[in-house]
């Protein structure tokens, strides 16, 4: 308890809250829509926003975050032609972004900057900037989801269906992608590049095993996301090790627990 007086630790758990809101939201729809892969990509084409960011003196969260939406567009895009598979249009955005990353890092002026807190993240290094992005984010999925929850549940679920009935799947898509890219991005300085993809999926599956409604699924979510970085902040604490790769463990932890109850 006497980390609570710490101002880090209390912006560590504030953050914490967020992200879980942020990532329980969008990580339904990916986790319900099989984009698991996409955001994949997504999470390590942003590396070459962030590469970019440190050659021009600029935010590497804001280079990040144009990558990562421009690449979002970008295989929203190419998978939709038919002389692209989906999956080659993925592949073809991780690497470029990998690569471009390496690439400005190296010709950045001076020492070669460390990238690791970009790589693999820390909770406890988080800014009021990065509480305010997160925060906005999450206010803004809340409303987004609020208003539009049986529209979105429609294309998560079937788009074909959702076209029958009029709907605009081509903008709800891209849009739903937007906010995909902005929660990876908001949350690179918790868990990093390497890990983000597991806070949006992880609390999903675990969710998933006791409830297939898309609401309920939401709320669990967020609660299991958010103990699950609690348990990945003591843990780092206790073993000093890394705060990212300690809240992924946990909730992977978590996961096999419920599994086996739920067995």
């Not at 690569?99 to 010709?107: C, H, K, N, V, Y």
């Not at 900057?113 to 693999?120: H, V």
């Not at 969710?207 to 780092?236: D, E, P, V």
């Amino acid at each position: 308890m006497d980390l609570l007086q710490y101002t880090f630790f209390q912006h560590a758990l504030l953050g914490s809250l967020l992200a879980s809101v942020a990532c329980g939201i969008i990580g339904t729809y990916i986790v319900t829509r099989r984009l698991v892969f996409i955001s994949g990509g997504i999470t390590h084409a942003s590396f070459g926003g962030i590469g970019l960011g440190v050659f021009a003196g600029v935010s590497p969260i804001l280079g990040a975050a144009v990558f990562a939406v421009l690449s979002a567009f970008g295989v929203e895009w190419l998978s939709k032609r038919k002389d692209m598979r989906e999956d080659s249009a993925i592949a073809v955005f991780w690497t470029l972004g990998m690569a471009l990353g390496i690439m400005f890092s190296f010709m950045s002026p001076g020492f070669a900057p460390d990238l690791s807190s970009y790589l693999f993240g820390n909770i406890l290094t988080i800014t009021r900037t990065d509480l305010l992005m997160l925060g906005i984010l999450a206010a803004g999925l809340i409303v987004f989801f609020s208003l539009f929850l049986h529209p979105i549940t429609y294309v998560a679920f079937d788009r074909e269906f959702a076209r029958s009935q009029g709907m605009p799947v081509a903008v709800f898509e891209y849009v739903l992608m937007l906010f995909i890219a902005l929660t990876i991005v908001a949350c690179l300085r918790m868990v990093g590049i390497v890990l983000a993809i597991s806070l949006l999926t992880i609390p999903q599956m675990t969710a998933n095993l006791f409830t297939y409604n898309f609401k309920r699924i939401i709320w669990l979510s967020i609660l299991i996301g958010f103990i699950g970085c609690l348990g990945g902040l003591f843990i780092s604490y206790h073993w000093k090790v890394p705060s990212g790769a300690s809240i992924i463990f946990f909730s992977i932890l978590i996961y096999a627990v419920c599994k086996i109850i739920r067995r």
